[in-house]
């Protein structure tokens, strides 16, 4: 019964394309994130929501918008894709926003055309 | 500006030994960190964590200790056991703000 999961776990598109990755937690937690690991496997932070509130917003492009639609559910749209968005996106969820461990979903592997 | 730094990417060790990862961070905010195993295809799995009250924290085979002068923490893993076999990433986030700071990872190999 898996705890984060993620849809889907693989896309291919082309350039310019807008995507959505979905992203469930059953753990009943309350804070949900978003990470990008890139090429050269540097894992780093996007986006944290706490109960469907945005919390922290690392400089990302704002082609980039998350939603939550529920504090179980946090997706994140790509608007008009570029090259550089090609890497493994994770989603994850912890306890609340306090030091606690998060855990994550298996990853979306994106690649741009 | 990498402030988590896992300065091996490598590791072999045989079943049964001692595996010791490293982990170095420049930020001297960071008081929680925390090690993650990831196999390939899926996302990491939470392995073990300290505060930075403690100098050490142990659960089963899997032993950290923060030494916070050095700004260092290591994962001592005993016995090594080849399922082991994985990449393990460092991570520390500020108090009570939960953005956590990866390192590279170090890819660990357990030999039988």
């Known amino acids: 019964d898996t705890a984060v999961s993620q849809t889907p776990k693989y896309l291919v598109t082309q350039m310019g394309n807008d995507k959505s990755i979905k992203c469930e937690q059953n753990l009943g937690h309350d804070t949900m994130y978003w990470y990008k690991q890139d090429s050269k496997k540097f894992l780093k932070i996007m986006f944290s929501y706490n109960n469907k509130e945005l919390i922290i917003n690392e400089t990302v492009p704002n082609r980039f918008s998350p939603k939550s639609p529920d504090k179980a559910h946090l997706n994140l749209h790509i608007n008009s894709l570029e090259l550089g968005d090609s890497a493994v996106y994770f989603c994850?969820?912890?306890?609340?926003?306090?030091?606690?461990?998060?855990?994550f979903g298996d990853g979306t592997r994106l690649s741009i055309l | 500006d990498q402030q988590v730094k896992q300065n091996s990417p490598s590791l072999s060790v045989q079943e049964g030994r001692i595996s010791i990862l490293n982990c170095d961070y420049t930020?001297?905010?960071?008081?929680?960190f925390l090690w993650y195993k990831k196999y390939p295809a899926e996302g990491p799995t939470f392995l073990i964590s300290?505060?930075?009250?403690?100098d050490k924290n142990e659960d089963g085979r899997f032993t950290v200790f923060l030494n916070k002068s050095a700004k260092h923490l290591s994962l001592h893993i005993v016995p090594s056991q080849p399922g082991d076999s994985a990449v393990y990433f460092c991570a520390a986030s500020e108090a009570g703000f939960q953005k956590l700071v990866f390192g590279t990872g170090t890819r660990l190999l357990v030999s039988p």
């Open positions: 994850a969820s912890s306890q609340d926003h306090s030091n606690q461990p998060q855990h």
């Open positions: 300290i505060s930075s009250i403690k």
């Open positions: 930020n001297s905010m960071f008081d929680y």
